[in-house]
């Protein structure tokens, strides 16, 4: 018997420049994989991360974040235990190593929405095989202005330097294994999921596939059948 949980689980990573629609996508396929699986056990998970910025109202520890302080994160990252890391305003934030293993060898796979520098730290503490990258491009640069607005997050200045940023940030696309368009939302979800589910498929990844080979091996009536 071989079913779909005998198999090596990978990360799932999808970059993209800021406001181009990573976050938006990233949790549609995480709520389609819960909605899919039937034990609610889903096979994709998100990674939890650990962070020194203080616990907003109606965050969940162990659930949004691990929240830790700074002296804890410190003592963490000296001990490896971090697959990437980032200060962002004074604050640190962190994918722990630990969790992401026990998913992976638990037949799952783990989804990451990062830029190029955490997706960059990360492929350099994995083997390679196990990881799996996608950038997402806006379909023009008109429309990435369009949604930084939209989403009103920025006053003028940002908006500008988010923009700049961008252009350094798509050259990173060419470490990437896949490019999504991020123009049309049903489209660009429909070829993430396209994506996940052909690599579930590659070959390397289907544990025990020799052995389930081999159970098919021929009996003495099959070969006299074949007549071999
Ligand atoms: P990121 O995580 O890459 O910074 P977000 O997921 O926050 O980007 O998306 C930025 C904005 O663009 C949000 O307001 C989101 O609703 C919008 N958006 C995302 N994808 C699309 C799309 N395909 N078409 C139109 N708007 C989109």
Redesign the pocket.
Known sequence: MINNTTRQGFLFIIS??????????ARKLLASEQEASSDKKSSLRMSVSCTTRPQLAGEVDGEDYHFIDKKTFRERRQRGEFLEWAEVFDNFYATPHAPVRAALAGGSDVLF?VDWQGAEQIHKQMEPELVVRVF?LPPSRAELER??V??RRDDKSELDLRLARAAEEIKRCKEYDYIVI????EL?FTSLRSILQAERCKRERRNGLEEFVSSFTLTTSDESLLKL
Do not use: E, F, H, M
């Not at 406001?19 to 996508?25: E, S, Y």
């Not at 991020?182 to 939302?185: A, G």
């Open positions: 993209s420049s800021s406001g181009t629609g990573k976050t938006t996508l929405d997402l949604r930084l939209a989403r991020n123009d049309d939302l660009a």
